[in-house]
């Protein structure tokens, strides 16, 4: 077999993905009350308005079957790894906000096997490495990690990856193929192994199914990329599809605004773009769809904050062009704000209609990337304008103080057979093309990357929200959740707030990172996440908890069946990330209208020895040579 050659559109800024913002999810041991002084009232942000553009109709629908063979022997001639633009959020020149000594040390939970529920094994490495028909076949790179999105509505379950989209029913059933995200959006295929012509570069899905519209709405980061060469071009986009109707087989109205923000196109002039949105995050209320993205120029260093996009989901449902009012220049206490996440209102429950209707924020204070014991309650008020053709927001903030929580640290996994990792090690590699001699690897442990916030929910009157955390005592260092269940309060047009429950999800000696937290309409909720550590292989589990209930135990959803066992985490293949597998970046969580919460995140789901693996790359089609990730996508009543 021929040996890959690294995608030269590669441009690594940081081994860690914005270093000091990945949030934890927190459970167990709730503190509850008032939430204290807040910040006075202020309004924030700079706004215009730009236009959002019709890029088509897509057909999802193919036929159900897996991808052409692209990776038998042979056939991994070219580009292999996918393309990678890493940035890192400025760190705060102020000392950290609390001390080392306040770490969080709470009480750990047993871990038990799940007692009801459903799943079954979503996308994985291999689907996104084979998608595409017709002329894209074999475009697609190998990538990590995966970027969970996942949502239900009307008997579908549609779920995406980087870079990858299926839709399948609600007992697990293929509908649709795994179609490349390239594809679907009309956009160049990533690689063109025969002409070596490089395409879009696409990341961070997200997926959303309105009840009010019955529709499903799709997100992705776009930036250009120079043909001939794979570089970076100086253009950047969100994309947006939402399916015309509540089938997402069928026809899909694609849109896209522009982010690039250097004062062409429309777009406000900022500091070192052109620019793009980083890791956009989707939410809505009664009238709008919103999407925040963390802006960071494309070819220098910087970092401009976070974005607000937010416009009437209403005209996107019905193939109208809204106007989106995008806001800028939020700052909050020692920098600019960043991982704003919007919120999203479960089947059945209530919109925040009071002022003209109001769309809730949550975000993380850990600016140093140490410990901080605040997060922001963010409120987007007369939300209602947003049908009209001149909107009038207005966009307020409240820091709370909060349980600590901070960056956490890298984590082991169980040991256990990793071809790819011994491949390395041995002639095997060789004889495979990866490495000219044998090289030493060490076994992969895996990135938890950092504290910002994670996916966030308005239920039952609150905001619900989770971030990775460091966690101390009760067994080694490692990584846990923490959570936050918050009560808005408005003192007239003042913003509030106070903390109804508030908590940590750890185990003893073993992890639990990149939470999802979703509720039902009658405030019944659940954190998903990922479970690896020295006693499991990654693998799926939850937590039920609420406003007035901390999480009794951990429910495995899904054994993880072997080790990590990616191209990240090996330093011969890609020494950027110093041997971190990266694992992430976030996972996915969302209630149905009979009130079960589904969800979806990352997990190994196959194992194969040494020797199988030498014989056959794919391991029957359950890997690829470069990664073998996984998804899980489960159903539980809480």
Same mark, same amino acid.
Not at 233 to 257: E, I
Not at 493 to 522: C, D, E, K, T, W
Not at 622 to 630: E, P, S
């Given at each position: 077999?021929?040996?890959?050659?690294?995608?030269?559109?590669?441009?690594?800024?940081?081994? $860690?993905?914005?270093?000091?913002?990945?949030?934890?999810?927190?459970?167990?041991?709730?503190?509850?009350?008032?939430?204290?002084?807040?910040?006075?009232?202020?309004?924030?942000?700079?706004?215009?308005?730009?236009?959002?553009?019709? #890029?088509?109709?897509?057909?999802?629908?193919?036929?159900?079957? +897996?991808?052409?063979? &692209?990776?038998?022997?042979?056939?991994?001639?070219?580009?292999?790894?996918?393309?990678?633009?890493?940035?890192?959020?400025?760190?705060?020149?102020?000392? *950290?906000?609390?001390?080392?000594?306040?770490?969080?040390?709470?009480?750990?939970?047993?871990?038990?096997?799940? =007692?009801?529920?459903?799943?079954?094994?979503?996308?994985?490495?291999?689907?996104?490495?084979?998608?595409?028909?017709?002329?894209?076949?074999?475009?697609?790179?190998?990538?990590?990690?995966?970027?969970? *999105?996942?949502?239900?509505?009307?008997?579908?379950?549609?779920?995406?990856?980087?870079?990858?989209?299926?839709?399948?029913?609600?007992?697990?059933?293929?509908?649709?193929?795994?179609?490349?995200?390239?594809?679907?959006?009309?956009?160049?295929?990533?690689?063109?192994?025969?002409?070596?012509?490089?395409?879009?570069?696409?990341?961070?899905?997200?997926? %959303?199914?309105?009840?009010?519209?019955?529709?499903?709405?799709?997100?992705?980061?776009?930036?250009?990329?120079?043909?001939?060469?794979?570089?970076?071009?100086?253009?950047? !986009?969100? +994309?947006?599809?939402?399916?015309?109707?509540?089938?997402?087989?069928?026809?899909?109205?694609? %849109?896209?605004?522009?982010?690039?923000?250097?004062?062409?196109?429309?777009?406000?002039?900022?500091?070192?773009?052109?620019?793009?949105?980083?890791?956009?995050?989707?939410?809505?209320?009664?009238?709008?769809?919103?999407? @925040?993205?963390?802006?960071?120029? #494309?070819?220098?260093?910087?970092?401009?904050?976070?974005?607000?996009?937010?416009?009437? !989901?209403? &005209?996107?449902?019905?193939?109208?062009?809204?106007?989106?009012?995008? #806001?800028?220049?939020?700052?909050?206490?020692?920098?600019?704000? %960043?991982?704003?996440?919007?919120?999203?209102?479960?089947?059945?429950?209530?919109?925040?209609?009071?002022?003209?209707?109001?769309?809730?924020? +949550?975000?993380?204070?850990?600016?140093?990337?140490?410990?901080?014991?605040?997060?922001?309650?963010?409120?987007?008020?007369?939300?209602?304008? +947003?049908?009209? *053709?001149?909107?009038?927001?207005?966009?307020?903030? $409240?820091?709370?103080?909060?349980?600590?929580?901070?960056?956490?640290?890298?984590?082991?996994?169980?040991?256990?057979?990793?071809?790819?990792?011994?491949?390395? /090690?041995? !002639?095997?590699?060789?004889?495979?093309?990866?490495?000219?001699?044998?090289?030493?690897?060490?076994?992969?442990?895996?990135?938890?990357?950092?504290?910002?916030?994670?996916? @966030?929910?308005?239920?039952?009157?609150?905001?619900?929200?989770?971030?990775?955390?460091?966690?101390?005592?009760?067994?080694?260092?490692?990584?846990?959740? &923490?959570?936050?269940?918050?009560?808005?309060?408005?003192?007239?047009?003042?913003?509030?707030?106070?903390?109804?429950?508030?908590? %940590?999800?750890?185990? /003893?000696?073993?992890?639990?990172?990149?939470?999802?937290?979703?509720?039902?309409?009658?405030?019944?909720? #659940?954190?998903?996440?990922?479970?690896?550590?020295?006693?499991?292989?990654?693998?799926?589990?939850?937590?039920?908890?609420?406003?007035?209930?901390?999480?009794?135990?951990?429910?495995? $959803?899904?054994?993880?069946?072997?080790? *990590?066992?990616?191209?990240?985490?090996?330093?011969?293949?890609?020494?950027?990330?110093?041997?971190?597998?990266?694992?992430?970046?976030? &996972?996915?969580?969302?209630?149905?209208?009979?009130?079960?919460?589904?969800?979806?995140?990352?997990?190994?789901?196959?194992?194969? @020895?040494?020797?199988?693996?030498?014989?056959? =790359?794919?391991?029957?089609?359950?890997?690829?040579?470069?990664?073998?990730?996984?998804?899980?996508?489960?159903?539980?009543?809480?």
């Amino acid at each position: 077999m021929s040996g890959f050659v690294q995608d030269p559109r590669r441009q690594r800024r940081s081994a $860690a993905r914005l270093a000091a913002m990945v949030a934890s999810i927190g459970l167990v041991v709730g503190l509850v009350g008032p939430v204290g002084a807040v910040t006075p009232d202020i309004s924030v942000g700079q706004q215009t308005l730009q236009k959002i553009a019709m #890029i088509g109709m897509k057909h999802l629908a193919t036929t159900p079957t +897996l991808g052409a063979s &692209a990776l038998s022997a042979g056939a991994v001639a070219g580009p292999e790894i996918g393309g990678d633009i890493e940035k890192e959020m400025p760190r705060a020149a102020n000392a *950290a906000h609390v001390p080392a000594a306040k770490a969080p040390r709470p009480g750990v939970v047993p871990v038990v096997n799940a =007692t009801a529920g459903n799943g079954f094994d979503g996308l994985n490495h291999f689907d996104q490495r084979t998608a595409g028909t017709g002329s894209f076949v074999n475009t697609q790179f190998s990538l990590e990690p995966p970027d969970q *999105a996942l949502c239900v509505g009307a008997g579908y379950v549609v779920e995406s990856v980087n870079t990858v989209i299926r839709v399948r029913n609600t007992v697990g059933a293929d509908l649709t193929a795994a179609v490349a995200l390239n594809q679907f959006f009309g956009l160049a295929p990533e690689i063109n192994r025969t002409t070596l012509r490089y395409g879009d570069f696409t990341s961070d899905p997200k997926c %959303y199914f309105d009840p009010d519209t019955g529709r499903f709405f799709l997100s992705l980061l776009q930036i250009d990329i120079v043909a001939a060469t794979g570089a970076f071009g100086d253009h950047s !986009k969100q +994309l947006l599809a939402v399916s015309k109707t509540s089938d997402p087989t069928g026809d899909w109205y694609l %849109y896209s605004f522009d982010t690039t923000d250097d004062g062409t196109r429309g777009t406000p002039k900022h500091p070192g773009c052109p620019c793009f949105g980083d890791q956009p995050l989707i939410g809505a209320d009664a009238t709008g769809f919103y999407v @925040t993205t963390n802006e960071f120029p #494309i070819s220098v260093d910087g970092f401009n904050g976070a974005q607000v996009y937010a416009m009437s !989901k209403a &005209a996107l449902a019905a193939g109208r062009l809204p106007t989106v009012v995008h #806001i800028a220049k939020l700052t909050q206490a020692e920098g600019p704000a %960043y991982s704003m996440q919007p919120t999203t209102t479960p089947p059945g429950g209530a919109h925040a209609t009071a002022r003209g209707g109001t769309e809730y924020f +949550l975000s993380a204070l850990d600016f140093d990337a140490t410990l901080d014991n605040r997060i922001t309650l963010w409120a987007l008020t007369n939300t209602s304008s +947003l049908i009209g *053709a001149n909107p009038s927001v207005k966009l307020k903030q $409240a820091v709370l103080p909060s349980e600590v929580y901070g960056q956490p640290p890298v984590m082991e996994q169980k040991k256990g057979v990793a071809p790819l990792d011994l491949a390395l /090690r041995s !002639k095997v590699g060789v004889q495979l093309g990866l490495v000219p001699k044998p090289v030493h690897e060490k076994f992969n442990v895996l990135n938890s990357n950092d504290d910002r916030m994670n996916q @966030t929910v308005y239920a039952g009157g609150k905001v619900w929200g989770a971030v990775n955390t460091v966690i101390k005592g009760n067994g080694p260092t490692r990584t846990g959740i &923490a959570y936050f269940i918050v009560t808005p309060i408005w003192n007239g047009a003042s913003l509030q707030g106070s903390m109804a429950n508030q908590g %940590y999800v750890a185990v /003893r000696n073993n992890n639990v990172v990149f939470p999802a937290i979703a509720a039902n309409a009658a405030g019944q909720g #659940i954190i998903s996440f990922t479970l690896v550590g020295h006693d499991y292989f990654p693998g799926a589990a939850y937590a039920r908890v609420d406003a007035t209930h901390d999480a009794a135990s951990v429910s495995v $959803a899904r054994l993880g069946s072997g080790a *990590a066992d990616g191209f990240t985490g090996e330093t011969s293949l890609d020494p950027g990330d110093g041997g971190v597998e990266r694992w992430g970046d976030y &996972a996915a969580a969302v209630a149905a209208a009979d009130g079960s919460i589904w969800f979806a995140t990352e997990t190994i789901n196959q194992s194969c @020895t040494l020797s199988e693996f030498a014989s056959d =790359t794919t391991c029957g089609g359950t890997r690829t040579l470069l990664a073998n990730w996984g998804t899980f996508i489960g159903q539980v009543t809480p």
